[in-house]
């Protein structure tokens, strides 16, 4: 069994593909980055709950 040699061809659609799936890992890194801020900004917005907690409800004015 020899080894037949690549073409030209197949070695430019093999970086073209490493350059996409290197893309799509960096995009994906940083959709990863942006939800894991999104989401501590939004457990620090909660531990500190509402300023007036009643508000909105019936009967408390005050």
């Known amino acids: 069994m020899t080894k037949i040699p690549r073409d030209p061809k197949g070695d430019t659609r093999e970086a073209r593909l490493k350059a996409a799936l290197r893309a799509n890992l960096?995009?994906?890194?940083?959709?990863?980055?942006?939800?894991?801020?999104?989401?501590?900004?939004?457990?620090?917005n909660e531990q500190h709950g509402p300023e007036k907690p009643n508000q909105g409800t019936p009967g408390n004015e005050d």
């Open 26 to 44: 960096a995009r994906r890194k940083a959709q990863g980055r942006a939800r894991a801020s999104a989401e501590n900004d939004t457990s620090q």
